[in-house]
């Protein structure tokens, strides 16, 4: 069974850093996208950023840009969001999901995180920025 495990959200305050991490475990990832999206009270849900471990490409999103990084530790079957200079516009529920992406199933991460392309979704953990 493919389990997502989120960890590292809590409460910072704006200008603050936190880094997130996604374990996973129940199967091998190196043919995955893992990413990371948020939710907003009130909000749609976002993609943050992704990562395919088959081709190496990374996707943020506009506002994360140059703020947050996405990385992964094949030994640990982890990936990791590191985020700087937090902002309480990034206070969310944020959640870790993986999803096949070669063969049929691949897309061009650059263009952008694709939730209906994940196949396992983490329970999220929550980001509290406070001003």
């Known amino acids: 069974e493919v389990q997502l495990v989120e960890s590292g959200g809590g409460v910072v305050q704006a200008g603050g850093s936190l880094r997130l991490s996604c374990a996973a475990s129940?199967?091998?990832?190196?043919?995955?996208?893992i990413g990371w999206f948020r939710q907003a009270p009130g909000k749609e849900r976002e993609g943050v950023s992704c990562i395919s471990l088959s081709d190496g490409n990374t996707y943020y999103t506009t506002s994360v840009m140059d703020r947050f990084a996405i990385s992964s530790d094949d030994a640990k079957n982890t990936v990791y969001l590191q985020m700087n200079s937090l902002s309480p516009e990034d206070t969310a529920v944020y959640y870790c999901?993986?999803?096949?992406?070669?063969?049929?199933?691949?897309?061009?991460?650059?263009?952008?995180?694709?939730?209906?392309?994940?196949?396992?979704w983490g329970k999220g953990t929550l980001v509290n920025v406070s001003s």
């Open positions: 129940g199967s091998t990832f190196d043919d995955h996208a």
């Open positions: 999901a993986a999803g096949l992406h070669t063969g049929g199933y691949y897309y061009p991460i650059t263009e952008g995180c694709v939730a209906g392309a994940m196949h396992y």
